[in-house]
């Protein structure tokens, strides 16, 4: 693709508002019709069809976005942007699965009953939706004024990337996170869990549960995370709509991901290898431009090689183990 290809920028006022309207529908009905609010156990059956529902509409999303951009702007534009939407949409996907790893993390520390983690997930979903908006828009207006701050995010990736893979086996200590200490200093908390109460009034004073713990370490690990994968979606394209929605569409499918793995996450013990390398990569092919333009379907085919091959050597490294991690 040309240069001039690669500038074009799509996304006209009804095209945001229109898919910003439909994330608050979906948000909605998750909370007042599927029963998002309601206290219960989500079973794998649920979460994978939630799961395949999630992938289905961003698909459907990504195969309406060609057909408009194809009569708006010609065929040579509306591939370009179908498979930079795609492209992203996988990488932060992928990225998404360390999450899944942090939330088992935090929830098993905690002992979070099964039936409460969904809630708690649901809000951490939406605190990510505007963690990602704000920042997606501010790095967007930072790469549009300042392109060399690409190298920046490109050596940050790299660094993530190997600091991923040298402490891939370590588990990180909860106790020691300074949120959490500072929020057990200053909060009055109760002795155990309220349902799925953040906090209850106890003789007229305010008193926090566990589950408020709980959903601040989550909220802190969706800010971590989009530390680490907007810069690398931006190595990918730098519209901001394509940033935006590929970004969204992964954030919405995040919970249902996680209850679909939860159960089977230390079967996937070299994902977190594949995902550093992904970062690494990403880093590299950013580092790199000047001298070479990845095109943006080999960027996709190394990263689907890369988290394919990981999840395949993790699978054979459980066999082998019988059963247990290699």
Do not use: C
Not at 56 to 83: I, P
Not at 106 to 119: L, N, T
């Amino acid at each position: 693709m040309n240069e001039m290809t690669q500038q074009v920028m799509v996304g006209e006022p009804w095209m945001w508002g229109g898919f910003i309207t439909f994330v608050i529908v979906m948000l909605l009905l998750d909370l007042f019709v599927f029963g998002g609010g309601k206290s219960h156990k989500v079973s794998v059956k649920e979460a994978a069809l939630w799961s395949l529902l999630w992938v289905t509409m961003a698909l459907v999303f990504n195969g309406l976005l060609y057909w408009y951009l194809r009569d708006a702007f010609g065929h040579v534009v509306a591939e370009q942007k179908a498979l930079e939407f795609l492209t992203g949409y996988v990488i932060e996907k992928s990225l998404s699965i360390d999450n899944v790893f942090v939330f088992l993390l935090i929830f098993s520390a905690f002992s979070v009953p099964a039936e409460h983690q969904r809630r708690v997930l649901l809000y951490g979903v939406l605190g990510a939706i505007v963690m990602r908006a704000v920042m997606i828009l501010a790095g967007a207006w930072v790469v549009r004024e300042f392109a060399w701050v690409l190298y920046i995010f490109g050596a940050f990736l790299v660094i993530t990337g190997i600091r991923m893979l040298q402490a891939a086996d370590e588990t990180p200590d909860l106790e020691q996170n300074p949120l959490l200490r500072f929020a057990r200093r200053h909060l009055r908390l109760t002795s155990g869990y309220r349902g799925e109460r953040f906090w209850v009034v106890e003789n007229g004073v305010r008193v926090f549960t566990p589950l408020f713990l709980v959903l601040l370490m989550i909220e802190a690990s969706d800010l971590v995370f989009a530390v680490d994968s907007i810069p690398a979606i931006f190595a990918i394209t730098t519209d901001p709509f394509i940033v935006f929605t590929s970004n969204i569409f992964a954030i919405m499918g995040l919970r249902a991901l996680y209850f679909l793995l939860a159960d089977m996450a230390s079967r996937f013990h070299l994902l977190k290898y594949g995902l550093a390398m992904v970062l690494t990569f990403i880093g590299t092919k950013m580092l790199i431009a000047p001298w070479y333009h990845m095109p943006v379907e080999v960027s996709l085919a190394i990263v689907l090689t890369t988290i394919f091959a990981s999840v395949v050597a993790s699978l054979l490294g459980v066999r082998k183990g019988g059963g247990k991690a290699a």
